[in-house]
């Protein structure tokens, strides 16, 4: 008996080296799809430091599809589809070889807009604009052509033209369900869970031991980019107001856009002496910092539809987080993260927050214990690979074997991790507390979070 031809599944997604959270994202979901799908993942004319070709799975140049599709149309087109010119390749082969449509933000305006002015098109702007949103549309155009970038852009989402021309979408939460059934009715959503990889849990005094971090502080962590939409205007401010109250630091981890003047704020404040600029970090080092927070900070509004994967990690990392409760981040559970409403009180509630989980170290405990119990629940790599293979399965009328049920824990080697250098005390309390972790041979460390 002749064994049934494996369905061809064409798969555009950017991958590392290019520094994206979809990047990371499907590095750890294709993998595990690859044993049952013969998948072409099709990049833009790089080469992948990190994705490895094997059994089922191949990286080709993006130039290739339409040639190969002619030859043997694949059985269904995936396309990975966020908010950054990153994705810009594969933006009009969504729009004429309709198949799945991912969309990791509901909103693509700033793509768009980056297509066209890269092709001089201002004026096809003004009249996307208009013809989508009419007089409203036309007034944000004119501002964003005259240099302007205002926060009402995620008004204007210009994903309708994708959505319509998709057979399937794919998003992360109910709140971008809604939106997308709002922007185009009738159009076919489904809601895959995003699935981060759970790591064991790191020692606080062995994290802040490595990284060089006091342990008598109260330390905050952000780690992440760091554009205008984070706020980490409103978390400094809060800084400025408990260091007068008890010893605090925020370690802030992560790229910073042109547009946050981070360094001038920070001066401004007076607080360069309790805020720990690292910049970009490992992996590694990233796991590593979540692990010595005592509190993380991942606020963030307006939203673009999106669902937060460093906010994942950060929660099953068990670390207590401050969320904005604003978009899908409104429907995570309340007792696994603190929620602040973007009001008039948005700096009081930081604060008290800061403030009670400082005060009740119980209560952060609690709060992180949930948050990696609801991770370990909701969001695991197997429960979005199985959504996602079942989705393949009903696309292609395909029945194939289900991808595997569980996933290798992750590990941190501490080669990666450079800290500044330590008393040797403080090496020896190390080399105990690792040894104590049963970690101590082997120069690895169990992982937190990225």
């Not at 290019?18 to 990047?23: E, L, Y």
């Not at 750890?28 to 080469?47: H, M, N, Q, R, T």
């Amino acid at each position: 008996m002749r064994e049934r031809r494996i369905p061809r599944i064409a798969w555009f997604t950017p991958l590392q080296p290019v520094a994206s959270g979809i990047s990371f994202y499907n590095e750890e979901l294709l993998p595990l799809l690859a044993g049952s799908w013969s998948i072409d993942v099709f990049v833009d004319g790089y080469y992948p430091t990190h994705l490895r070709e094997s059994r089922g799975l191949r990286v080709l140049p993006a130039r290739r599809f339409r040639g190969l599709d002619r030859h043997e149309p694949y059985d269904v087109v995936v396309y990975q589809m966020g908010n950054s010119p990153a994705h810009a390749y594969m933006y009009d082969i969504a729009l004429s070889r309709p198949g799945i449509l991912v969309l990791h933000d509901t909103v693509l305006h700033h793509l768009v807009l980056s297509m066209l002015l890269n092709r001089r098109g201002g004026g096809l702007y003004r009249e996307l604009m208009r013809q989508r949103y009419g007089s409203r549309g036309v007034e944000a155009a004119e501002r964003v052509l005259r240099g302007q970038l205002p926060d009402d852009l995620f008004a204007f989402p210009l994903s309708e033209d994708l959505i319509a021309a998709s057979h399937w979408v794919v998003v992360h939460s109910e709140n971008s369900r809604r939106q997308v059934e709002t922007l185009v009715p009738g159009a076919a959503v489904t809601t895959v869970p995003m699935g981060v990889r759970l790591p064991p849990l790191i020692d606080r005094s062995v994290a802040r031991a490595l990284l060089g971090l006091p342990e008598d502080v109260f330390v905050l962590a952000s780690i992440t980019h760091v554009n205008p939409y984070k706020r980490l205007d409103v978390v400094l401010r809060a800084l400025r107001r408990l260091r007068q109250r008890r010893p605090t630091l925020l370690v802030v981890a992560g790229s910073v856009s042109s547009q946050v003047p981070l360094d001038r704020l920070v001066d401004l404040m007076d607080l360069d002496d309790v805020v720990d600029r690292r910049g970009f970090v490992t992996d590694a080092e990233a796991r590593l910092i979540a692990a010595a927070a005592d509190v993380c900070v991942n606020l963030r509004y307006p939203t673009a539809g999106e669902t937060s994967a460093s906010l994942l990690r950060l929660m099953g990392a068990g670390r207590p987080v401050l969320v904005s409760d604003a978009g899908a981040f409104s429907e995570l559970p309340d007792a696994a993260v603190a929620k602040v409403p973007v009001d008039v009180l948005e700096d009081e509630t930081v604060v008290a927050l800061l403030d009670a989980l400082a005060d009740r170290p119980e209560l952060a405990v609690a709060m992180g214990r949930n948050a990696r119990r609801f991770i370990e629940v909701e969001h695991s790599l197997p429960r979005m690979a199985l959504a996602y293979h079942r989705l393949l399965e009903a696309a292609t009328g395909a029945t194939r074997p289900e991808p595997p049920a569980s996933v290798p824990e992750e590990t941190i080697d501490l080669a990666a991790v450079a800290p500044p250098p330590k008393p040797e005390a403080t090496v020896q309390a190390v080399a105990g507390a690792l040894s104590g972790l049963g970690l101590g041979g082997d120069r690895e460390l169990v992982a937190g979070v990225g």
